[in-house]
Structure formats: C-alpha cells, structure tokens
C-alpha cells in the first residue's frame, strides 16, 4: 500500500497541469462545433493548446512517476523515465511491429495502436525511478569514466526499456484481443451489460486498456457504432446513445460531487493548495467531461475510493439504459456535448439527465466524504506527504525551518549519515547508515516532541504539523540548493536577539483540562519551555479527561495516544501533549476518543489519561497546549 501511495503522490505532478489544458480544450471544441467551421483560428487555436498535454498525458506520467518515485531526484531521474517511453513506444509502434512480423503496417493488431497509454507510461516512469536510485552513483572503469554515475541512468533504462518492450510485444495483444472479446459479449447481457461496461470502463483507466471496450460500443467494431450513430442521427431512436449517456451525470456532477467531498475533509492548513487541484478539475469534469484530472487525484491515493466510484458509474450507465433517457457526445460527457447534443434526433428526454446529476452529486458528496472520514484515506490535501506541498515556503524566508533542520542535520550525524528521508503527518523517518551518531537529547533541544528507534537502520524524529517544511529543509540543504542557518544568528534568536517587531495573536479558548493553568516556562522540557515548537500555557490537571477547546477538526491522534492535534476554525493549529516523554509509555494509560478527520467542538471528549499511571511510570502529568503555526500567538485560557 505504501508503494500505491507514494505512486500517487507521484501522479500528483502530470495531474496538477491537466485541468487547464482539459478546459482549454473544451473551449477550443465547443468554437469549432457551434460555429460548424472545423478551420475556425480561435478554435482550433484553444483546442490546439490544450491538446498539447492531454494528448501527451502517457508521457506526462512517464517523467513525473519518474521523478516523483525516485529518491532525492534530480531531472536525471526525469530524463531516464522520457528515454524509456520513447524506446518503448517507438518498439511497440505499428509500423516498427510491421517490419518485425514482415507483414503490412495496415494487417498489425490493433492492440499496437494502443500501446502509448497510461499505464504504460507509468512503467516507464517506473523504470526510470529505478534506474537512477540505483546507478546514480555507480563507478565504471577508467575507460568508460566518462558514461559513470548519473549519465549512466538514461542507458540503464533505456537497457530496462528493451526487456520491457519484449515482453508487451507478446503479452499486449492477447490482452486487448481479449478485452475486445469480453466486449462484445457484454452485448448480451442487455441494460445490466451496459452497467458492467460502465464499471470496467473506469476500471480500465489506470491500465489505458479502457479504449479496447470503447472501440468495442462506440465505434463499428462489433457493429454497435453508438457514437458515430448518434453524431450522424442514423442509429436508432430509443438504443442509440444508451452507451453514452449514464456517463453525463458522473462527469457532470457526480465527480465534482466527490471533489467536493475531498475538499471539505482536507486538512484546514492544506484547503487552499487542494482547492486547486480538486476545483479546476472539477470545472474540466463538468463542462468537458475530461475527468482524468480529478480521477487521479485518489486514484493510487485511495484505491477503495476508486472501485466505489466506478461501482457508481457503472449504475449510472445501468440505470440509464433502462430509462427512456439517450444522448451522446462528441468529445466527452460534459455539458458542453450535453448542450450541443440537446436538438440531437437521437436524444430522448434529456432534460432528465441534469436531475439525475444532481442525485449523483449528493451521493458522491455525502459517500465519499463518509467513506474518507471513516477509513482516514489519504486523498488531496489529507496526507502532509503528497505533492500538493507549496515547495517555495521553506525557501522564501521561514527561518525557523530552516534553524531547525540545521540542527537536525547536526544532531543525526551530518547528512551523510541519511540514506533516506521522508515525513508523514507530524514525524521525521529516517535510514541513517550509523544509529551510534544519532543524539536524541540534541534532537529534542532543536525541536523534536520525540525521537522514535522502530529497529535496523530507522530513526523517526516527532516534530509537529510543520515537519514537511522542516523535511523540505533539510533535503536543501543536503543538496545545496540552500545554506544551513548560521550558528551565530540562531545564537541570537535563542537569547532573544531578534530585533523584529511582533504583534501578539490572543487565541481564547475553553480550558481543555480541569486543573491549574502556569506558563510554560514551567514546564521541565526545553521544547517545550523554551516555545520552541511554538508559544502556549500549560495545565497542572487534576482529572485526565482533555476535551476540545474550541470548534475545529481532528488533525492528528499520535498513535501512542499521548497527543493530539487540531486545526480550528479560523486556521489555528493546536498541539495538546499530555505529560512530559509520556510517548515512551507506548500508549499505556491513553485512551483516544475521536479519530483523524472529525469535526468536534467545544467540549467535545478528545481522550482520557490516567494521571497516576503517569506519575507512576516517572513521568511529569503537566501538559503543554500550543499553537503550532503562529509564533506569535498568545493562549488565553476561559
């Protein structure tokens, strides 16, 4: 599953550039059919530029999975991952295919004109990725020196790319050949294979194997020709269009719906990046119908999420069928098909496929953000990890990020010492090659809520909801595109120094637990003391149970139950730690009542401590609340 993950957080960086090019293209479309004028300049001039990338998405998802599954990468990993999609797609073209099988271009499988998909690029992306995480820094004899380390990596994959291509020479056939058998058996099976083609037709869009069953009901392969039918009005009133047209109200409101759903149970400090994604696709869904975009988004991200929705899709087709309701498109199932293909012959009582949009919208909305919720899945701006971060905020200025990584570096053996770095909601984890020069003590006073040794090689360092920008810190600074922070400027802010005039934030908030309120300078950790993971109070408690403070979102349960970390309305991130070094007691003691995701307010019962097991295992009770994303913020407590 962390492979999945991980590969689509990859995916994240073809997808971010495809809602504009997917309207674009619509526009472009939608000039050239209402004018009837397929040379019109404006037109062609839109359609032409947002073709452009979606026309080449295969390729686009080669070079970002290369660079996005490949460690610490560099646009060598980028170029090993172009080099592989055209060694195999030039293989597997269907005049290469011709010249290997000595037969005519025009008698090669269909299966080859196929082959540029995306799953395909996502193998090549793949084989790029690995190619240079492992002959980035490989070392050939002096007379071949000069094709050493990086420009190794294109030759390795091209290499990779041979096998690659062999074997889909001879695999690649039989698939399609048995997709498009499988297709027109469907045939059969009336309004119930219609839902059934729905379903695999999403289904088969990660593997781009979805174009064998379209061929199969759109086209004149089996003798349906549903689209060219409907566009020409010579099919039948009635059949025609029932391929098409359950397809409207997913993309129409269904997915924008779903990306709705994704919005609202983002993280409140991530809302805005993901409103980018998920709202441009959405505009791209609804009026073009072009819905990889949103799609993708949770594809790898949340693959259960998928299923659910092609389920979804695959009743809409269903349903429709059996309705007296037909239309078809053009370009896709958006409202721009759906508006041309109103005074259609074919279409039959469209004006009920919007109604059935909006039923569509409210079931994706209210499913997907229970099932999101519910199971904790890691879709757009959920998971601190995915490539939704804005990468320039480490760089332009946050000092203190950047203080803190420099001590991170120092305190985990230099940065030679990290084979490998990654972060997830609150947490460092890391690969060091020597365990023995890791300092805890010294991580702790730079910053750390904890350091965690899970076995072998792994350190895990708890920091706080602003680890990804103290992890996008470090690997600047462990790749130079950043100097650390001077030891004499973080001298001065440690003794308060810093001359910069602040402006004091008041948060109000409920006390979150019954006992007596003192400054944090109380308490006897200097992370915590010292506002160095950020300015708050603390409780001296007296009954165990800590209750929200205020109206806001779950943000964070650390697993050992110890803390918890919400995001309140207005964007205020808080931080609420029971007890000092109580993460060592492993969660003993802590019970956890809300789950990540959920909506509390004030005094709803966020977990329980027992206050004596703490003092019995050694452990200072006194628990620190803090404001996470405001250095200057000052707690009152009411």
Same mark, same amino acid.
Not at 212 to 218: H, I, K, M, P, R
Not at 297 to 306: D, K, R, T, V
Not at 463 to 480: H, L, N, P, R, W
């Given at each position: 599953?962390?492979?999945?993950?991980?590969?689509?957080?990859?995916?994240?960086?073809?997808?971010?550039?495809?809602?504009?090019?997917?309207?674009? #293209?619509?526009?472009?479309?939608?000039?050239?059919?209402?004018?009837?004028?397929?040379?019109?300049? +404006?037109?062609?001039?839109?359609?032409?530029?947002?073709?452009? !990338?979606?026309?080449?998405?295969?390729?686009?998802?080669?070079?970002?999975?290369?660079?996005?599954?490949?460690?610490?990468?560099?646009?060598?990993?980028?170029?090993?991952?172009?080099?592989?999609?055209?060694?195999?797609?030039?293989?597997?073209?269907?005049?290469?295919?011709?010249?290997?099988?000595?037969?005519?271009?025009?008698?090669?499988?269909?299966?080859?004109?196929?082959?540029?998909?995306?799953?395909?690029?996502?193998?090549?992306?793949?084989?790029?990725?690995? #190619?240079?995480?492992?002959?980035?820094?490989?070392?050939?004899?002096?007379?071949?020196?000069?094709?050493?380390?990086?420009?190794?990596?294109?030759? $390795?994959?091209?290499?990779?790319?041979?096998?690659? #291509?062999? $074997?889909?020479?001879?695999?690649?056939?039989?698939?399609?050949?048995?997709?498009?058998?499988?297709?027109?058996?469907?045939?059969?099976?009336?309004?119930?294979?219609?839902?059934?083609?729905?379903?695999?037709?999403?289904?088969?869009?990660?593997?781009?194997? %979805?174009?064998?069953?379209? #061929?199969?009901?759109?086209?004149?392969?089996?003798? &349906?020709?549903?689209?060219?039918?409907?566009?020409?009005?010579?099919? @039948?009133?009635?059949?025609?269009?029932?391929?098409?047209?359950?397809?409207?109200?997913?993309? =129409?409101?269904?997915?924008?719906?779903?990306?709705?759903?994704?919005?609202?149970?983002?993280?409140?400090?991530?809302?805005? +990046?993901?409103?980018?994604?998920?709202?441009?696709?959405? &505009?791209?869904?609804?009026?073009?119908? +072009?819905?990889?975009?949103?799609?993708?988004?949770? =594809?790898?991200?949340?693959?259960?999420?998928?299923?659910? %929705?092609?389920?979804?899709?695959?009743?809409?087709?269903?349903?429709?069928?059996?309705?007296?309701?037909?239309?078809?498109?053009?370009?896709?199932?958006?409202? &721009?098909?759906?508006?041309?293909?109103?005074?259609?012959?074919?279409?039959?009582?469209?004006?009920?496929?919007?109604?059935?949009?909006?039923?569509?919208?409210? $079931?994706?909305?209210?499913?997907?953000?229970?099932?999101? !919720?519910?199971?904790?899945?890691?879709?757009?701006?959920?998971?601190?990890?995915?490539?939704?971060?804005?990468?320039?905020?480490?760089?332009?200025?946050?000092?203190?990020?950047?203080?803190?990584?420099?001590?991170?570096?120092?305190?985990?053996?230099?940065?030679?010492?990290?084979?490998?770095?990654?972060?997830?909601?609150?947490?460092?984890?890391?690969?060091?090659?020597?365990?023995?020069?890791?300092?805890?003590?010294?991580?702790?006073?730079?910053?750390?809520?904890?350091?965690?040794?899970?076995?072998?090689?792994?350190?895990?360092?708890?920091?706080?909801?602003? +680890?990804?920008? $103290?992890?996008?810190?470090?690997?600047?600074? =462990?790749?130079?595109?950043?100097?650390?922070?001077?030891?004499?400027?973080?001298?001065?802010?440690?003794?308060? /120094?810093?001359?910069?005039?602040?402006?004091? %934030?008041?948060?109000?908030?409920?006390?979150?637990?019954?006992?007596?309120?003192?400054?944090?300078?109380?308490?006897?950790?200097?992370?915590?003391?010292?506002?160095?993971?950020?300015?708050?109070?603390? &409780?001296?408690?007296?009954?165990?149970?800590?209750?929200?403070?205020?109206?806001?979102?779950?943000?964070?349960?650390?697993?050992?139950? %110890?803390?918890?970390?919400?995001?309140?309305?207005?964007?205020?991130?808080?931080?609420?730690?029971?007890?000092?070094? /109580?993460?060592?007691?492993?969660?003993?003691?802590? @019970?956890?009542?809300?789950?990540?995701?959920?909506?509390? @307010?004030?005094? /709803?019962?966020?977990?329980?401590?027992?206050?004596?097991?703490?003092?019995?295992?050694?452990?200072?009770?006194?628990?620190?609340?803090?404001? =996470?994303?405001?250095?200057?913020?000052?707690?009152?407590?009411?």
């Amino acid at each position: 599953m962390k492979f999945f993950q991980r590969l689509g957080r990859s995916l994240m960086l073809p997808v971010a550039v495809l809602p504009v090019a997917a309207i674009l #293209s619509g526009i472009g479309y939608w000039i050239l059919t209402a004018t009837g004028n397929e040379t019109n300049i +404006v037109g062609g001039f839109f359609q032409i530029a947002g073709g452009a !990338l979606l026309d080449h998405l295969p390729l686009l998802f080669a070079i970002g999975v290369a660079i996005g599954m490949a460690k610490k990468p560099d646009g060598t990993s980028a170029l090993a991952g172009l080099v592989s999609w055209l060694v195999v797609t030039n293989l597997l073209s269907p005049s290469s295919v011709a010249i290997f099988k000595g037969v005519a271009e025009e008698d090669v499988n269909l299966a080859f004109t196929n082959v540029e998909n995306v799953f395909v690029g996502i193998l090549c992306g793949l084989i790029g990725a690995y #190619s240079y995480d492992h002959f980035k820094d490989s070392e050939l004899p002096d007379a071949l020196a000069f094709f050493s380390g990086r420009r190794s990596v294109a030759i $390795v994959a091209a290499g990779a790319s041979l096998v690659l #291509s062999l $074997v889909l020479f001879f695999l690649w056939p039989l698939v399609f050949t048995g997709l498009v058998g499988f297709g027109e058996f469907i045939l059969t099976l009336g309004p119930l294979g219609v839902g059934i083609y729905g379903f695999l037709n999403r289904m088969l869009i990660p593997l781009g194997l %979805h174009h064998a069953l379209n #061929s199969v009901f759109w086209f004149d392969v089996a003798g &349906i020709n549903d689209l060219g039918n409907f566009l020409n009005a010579t099919g @039948t009133y009635g059949v025609t269009g029932q391929y098409m047209t359950g397809f409207f109200p997913v993309m =129409m409101m269904g997915l924008p719906g779903a990306a709705l759903a994704m919005y609202v149970t983002a993280k409140s400090s991530r809302r805005k +990046v993901a409103a980018g994604v998920l709202f441009s696709s959405a &505009i791209a869904s609804f009026f073009v119908g +072009v819905t990889e975009p949103l799609e993708f988004s949770f =594809m790898f991200l949340a693959p259960g999420l998928y299923v659910v %929705h092609a389920l979804f899709t695959g009743i809409s087709m269903a349903v429709s069928a059996m309705l007296p309701v037909r239309m078809g498109f053009g370009f896709s199932g958006g409202f &721009i098909d759906l508006v041309l293909g109103w005074v259609n012959p074919m279409a039959q009582n469209p004006w009920a496929i919007p109604l059935m949009g909006i039923f569509w919208f409210a $079931v994706y909305f209210v499913v997907f953000r229970a099932i999101i !919720l519910k199971f904790d899945l890691k879709t757009p701006g959920r998971d601190e990890g995915d490539m939704l971060t804005d990468e320039t905020a480490v760089l332009s200025g946050e000092r203190k990020h950047v203080a803190a990584a420099t001590a991170f570096l120092t305190a985990l053996g230099g940065k030679d010492n990290i084979t490998d770095l990654e972060n997830c909601t609150t947490r460092l984890r890391m690969e060091v090659a020597d365990t023995t020069l890791v300092d805890d003590g010294a991580l702790k006073q730079a910053g750390a809520a904890g350091v965690v040794h899970p076995g072998g090689q792994s350190v895990q360092v708890i920091y706080g909801t602003s +680890v990804q920008f $103290v992890k996008d810190a470090m690997e600047s600074i =462990m790749t130079g595109r950043i100097e650390p922070a001077d030891a004499a400027a973080l001298e001065a802010d440690a003794d308060g /120094t810093d001359t910069a005039v602040r402006t004091t %934030h008041l948060v109000r908030l409920r006390q979150p637990m019954a006992g007596a309120v003192v400054p944090l300078s109380e308490v006897p950790d200097a992370t915590f003391a010292q506002e160095i993971m950020g300015p708050g109070v603390a &409780i001296e408690p007296s009954d165990g149970e800590v209750v929200a403070p205020a109206t806001g979102t779950v943000g964070h349960v650390f697993p050992t139950g %110890h803390a918890i970390a919400l995001v309140l309305e207005d964007g205020v991130e808080l931080l609420i730690h029971v007890g000092v070094d /109580t993460v060592k007691m492993q969660g003993e003691g802590f @019970t956890t009542l809300v789950e990540p995701g959920q909506k509390v @307010t004030a005094g /709803t019962p966020l977990l329980r401590a027992d206050l004596s097991a703490i003092r019995v295992a050694g452990y200072p009770a006194i628990t620190p609340i803090l404001v =996470m994303n405001d250095k200057d913020a000052q707690i009152e407590l009411v």
